[in-house]
C-alpha cells in the first residue's frame, strides 16, 4: 500500500532521511517542506566561506531543490512553513511564504527535522543592524555580503563554542582585528580546563582577543557609527560588527503544540526507534532529545554526523518496521583553532564528574609522527576511563597535526564500549612520516594501564594549582639547564639520572610530586620512589608544557587601539634590519634542551653582529630563546610561531664592548666527576653542556674512577706496569663500557638506557663529552689520580688537560657552582 511521508525540515536529518526512504521505497510519496530556500548545504562550511577559504558559494549546496527532485523524485516544497501538526487527523497545516496561502496535507507518517534556532538573550541593542547570527545559508550571505562591500577593520564574537571560534579564526583570516567574548571560564566548555588552556595562549600568539567570565551587558551605537560592546566587569570593546554565537536551543515549538513529549532539556523526547510520543511522528536531528550512551542521561547532540545516521535508521524503520535502534551520540567534535585543532569524544572529566561516573584520567604529550623525520608536532591527548574496567570514557586531544585520525580511532573504541586495553592493541598504519612504531593512542592505553595497577598516581594541573607546596616536596626531574631555563617555584632539581644518587633529598614522610616536560621523565623518577618505599608519590599529569599553559592567564584582554605587536621586553628595542645573509639553523625534531644547545655551537661561528636564524618545533623553544638571549646579552630580533613551528632571529653582540660579560668573574661553573656510573657522567655532562650554552665558564676535574670517562675508545698501547695492567683490566676501557649505578642488571641496564635515549633523541654521552669539547669546556685529568690508577695520557680524549687540585681550585674560586659527581 503507497504511503505519504511528510517530512519538516531539510539539511542533515530530513534530506537524509528524504533520500533514504526513496532509496528503499520507489513508490512511496514524499512530501519535503523547507520554509526556507535551500534544503540541503554545508552547515559546517557556512564559516569558511565568509573567510574567504571557500572560494565559491555554490560548493556549499550538497543539493538544489532541483536536483534533489531530479535524483529522487521528491515533491519538494521550498519557502513553506508548517504552522502547525494536527495528530488526530493526522494533517500539517502549512503556509505557503512567497504567495500567503495556507492549505493542509493529509500523511501517514511524519518526520520532524526542524533543527535548532540560535539563542538570542534580552540584551539592550541586541537587534542593531549590524549583530548577525550564523546559523544557515541566508544568514551567511547577509555576513558575507557586510565584511565585502563594508570593509570593516574590527569585530566581537560573543561566543567560544565550535561555530564561534570558527568565526573568529575565519575573520581573523580576512585581515580583521577580531575579539572573543566568553561569559564560561575558557573556550569549547566541553573540554576539560587544561586542555582548553593551550587553546587560550594560542589566543596571543595570534594577536586574537579573549575577553572569559564575561557576559554582555549592552550593545551601543557610537558616535563614529561603530557598536560599544559593553562587559559585566566595566570594560567596552568597540568593534564594527559583531557576531552572536552564543548558542542554539532544539526547535520545539511545533512538536509542544502539537502535544508532543519534550524531554528534560527541551528536545523532542523519542524512542530508540526515534518515534515520538504519537506513533505515527518520528523526529531527527538536532531538536531530539536523546539518552547519551555513556551516561545514559537526556542530552542534545548539535552535530551533523549524528543527524545523517538517525535519518538513515529513521528510514529503514519506516520501510521495514521497527528493526534498528538509535544508540545514542557520543558528541564526537573537532575544530580548528588558528593552527590549532582541538577535538573531543564521549566525556570529558568535569562531564562524568557532573553525571555521577567514577573516573580516571592521564595525558600523554607525543609528536603527531616519528620524531626523527622532519615536520613532527606535538600533541597533547587526554583519555578518561573506568579505574576498575578500563572501559573508555572520553578523549580529548590539541595538536598542529594528525589530531583528527586519533580522535577517530578513540571515538570508535568509545562508540563500541572498548576499553583502554583496546587503545593499547590498535594496529595503525606505521611510516616514520606518518606516525610511531607506538602511536599516541597506544601510549595513553598504556599510561592508563598504569594507574590502574597503581604503577604511578596523576595529578592534575589543576590539583596541583591548588596544593600546599609547603605541605608536599616538589621535584624537578629535567636536566640542570632546562631548570635554570623555567621551573615551578618551591621545586627541588633532581634530574632523572640523579634521583637513585639524591635520595636522601626526598622525605618519606611528605608527599611527594614529582614533574617534567611532559610527563615521560616523572613516571620513570616515581617508578623509582615507589620501589624505594615512597608511598605517596604523584606525577604531573601531562608535565610542565599543561601546567604552564594551565596557569598563566587564560584571557587575552586587548584594546587593538592599543594593541603592539612587538614585546618590547622580548624583542630588541633598537632592532636593525634583518641581513640578507643570515646563519640558518634547523632544530626541528630536538627536544629541550637540545634547541639551546644546537643554537649555542652555531652562534659561536658567527662574527659579531652577525645574525642567525634558527627553526625549531619543541614548544618550549618559544619561551626558551628569549631567555637564552636575555642570559647570553644577545639580541633576539624576530620571534613567531606558525603552524607548530617557532622560527626566531638572533643578532650576536660584542657583549664585552657593550659592558656585559657573558662570563662574568664569580659566575663560572666548576664539576668533579668521581664516579664512573653512566647515569651519574650523564648527568654531569647535562649540566656542563647547559651551563655552557647559557654562556658560562665551565670546568670539570676528573679525579679517580672519572678518568674512565675520557678516555679514547680506541686507546693505543702504552708501556704498563704489572699493578697498572691489573687496574686497566678491572676498570672500563672507555665511557661506551660504563655501567649504570642502579639497575645495571649485568650490564642490560645500561644498553636499556642507551636505546631509550636514542628513541627519545637525546645525545649518546660520547656526542656529549665531543659537545663538552666543541662548546670549550675546560676539561683537566687529575695528575695524581692518573699515577694511582694507571692511567696515561696518550689514553686520554683530545681535548683533556693534566692537571693537579691547584688548576681545579683556581676555577673553583671563579666559580658560584660548584657540584661533586
Known sequence: MKKTYVIVGGVAGGATTAARLRRVDENAEIIMLEKGPHISYANCGLPYYIGGVIKDRQNLMVQTPESFNSWFNIDIRIYSEVKAVLPEEKKVSVQNLQSGEEYEISYDKLILSPGASPIIPPIEGIKHKNIFTLRNVEDTDKIKAFVDDEKPASAVVVGAGFIGLEMAENLHHRGLNVTVVEAAPQVMNMLDGEMAAGLHQHFKEHNVGLYLNNAVKAFKENAQGSLDVCLADGDVLNADFIILSIGVRPDNKLAKNAGLKIGETGGVWVNE?????????????????????????????????????????????????????????????????????????????????????????????????????????????????????????????????????????????????????????????????????KDPVNQAGFNAENIMRGLFKPLSAYELSETDFSQVTLVDTRTADEFAL?????????????????????????????????????????QILRQNGYEEVYNLSGGLKVFNNFIKPQGNRIQFSEFEEVNPIEISKNTPAIQTDVLEVDACGLQCPGPIMKLKSEMDKLPTEGQLMIKASDPGFYNDVASWCKVTGND??????????????????????????????????????????????????????????????????????????????????????????????????????????????????????????????????????????????????????????????????????????????????????????
Open 486 to 526: 623555567g621551573a615551578i617555584e618551591g621545586a627541588i632539581n633532581i634530574p632523572i639520572d640523579a634521583i637513585r644518587s639524591n635520595l636522601d633529598r626526598i622525605p618519606k614522610d611528605k608527599k611527594v610530586v614529582l614533574y617534567c616536560g611532559v610527563g615521560m621523565r616523572g613516571y620513570l623518577a616515581a
Open 636 to 821: 633576539l630580533l624576530t620571534r613567531e610561531k606558525a603552524n607548530g613551528e617557532i622560527t626566531a632571529i638572533i643578532r650576536k653582540n660584542d657583549v664585552l664592548k657593550e659592558g656585559f660579560s657573558v662570563q662574568d668573574k664569580g659566575d663560572n661553573k666548576t664539576l668533579i666527576v668521581f664516579s664512573d656510573d653512566m647515569d651519574r657522567t650523564l648527568a654531569s655532562f647535562v649540566i656542563a653542556n647547559g651551563a655552557a650554552a647559557m654562556g658560562k665558564k665551565v670546568t670539570i676535574f676528573f679525579t679517580f674512577w672519572g678518568l674512565n670517562v675520557i678516555k679514547k675508545p680506541h686507546k693505543p698501547k702504552v708501556k704498563k706496569g704489572v699493578m697498572d695492567k691489573m687496574f686497566d683490566i678491572m676498570m672500563p676501557k672507555h665511557s661506551g663500557d660504563l655501567k649504570l649505578s642502579n639497575m645495571n642488571m649485568g650490564g642490560m641496564g645500561a644498553k636499556m638506557m642507551k636505546k631509550r635515549m636514542k628513541d627519545k633523541k637525546v645525545d649518546s654521552l660520547d656526542v656529549m663529552i665531543q659537545n663538552a669539547v666543541s662548546s670549550g669546556i675546560n676539561l683537566i685529568a687529575c695528575q695524581m689520580s692518573m699515577d694511582v690508577m694507571g692511567v696515561k695520557q696518550e689514553e686520554l680524549i683530545d681535548g683533556v688537560n693534566i692537571g693537579g687540585v691547584a688548576n681545579y681550585l683556581e676555577e673553583a674560586e671563579k666559580s658560584n657552582v660548584n657540584l661533586f659527581i
Open 273 to 437: 526507534y526515534l518515534q515520538t510520543s504519537d506513533e505515527n511522528i518520528y523526529a531527527v536531528g538536532d531538536s531530539i532529545e536523546f539518552p547519551h550512551q555513556i551516561s545514559k542521561k537526556p542530552s542534545l547532540a548539535f552535530l551533523a554526523g549524528p543527524a545523517n545516521k538517525q535519518g538513515r535508521i529513521l528510514a529503514d524503520n519506516l520501510t521495514y518496521g521497527h528493526t534498528k535502534k538509535y544508540k545514542g551520540s557520543i558528541g564526537t567534535a573537532i575544530a580548528k583553532v588558528f593552527d590549532l585543532t582541538a577535538g573531543i569524544t564521549g566525556l570529558a572529566d568535569k562531564s562524568l564528574k557532573a553525571a555521577g561516573i567514577n573516573y580516571a584520567s592521564t595525558i600523554v604529550n607525543n609528536g603527531s609522527h616519528a620524531g626523527y623525520y622532519p615536520g613532527a608536532m606535538q600533541l597533547t591527548t587526554k583519555i578518561s576511563f573506568c579505574p576498575e574496567t578500563g572501559r573508555l570514557y572520553g578523549a580529548q586531544i590539541v595538536g598542529y597535526k594528525g589530531v583528527d585520525k586519533r580522535l577517530d580511532i578513540l571515538a570508535t573504541i568509545i562508540k563500541n564500549e572498548g576499553t583502554i586495553y583496546d587503545l593499547q592493541e590498535v594496529e595503525h598504519a606505521y611510516a616514520p612520516p606518518f606516525s610511531s612504531a
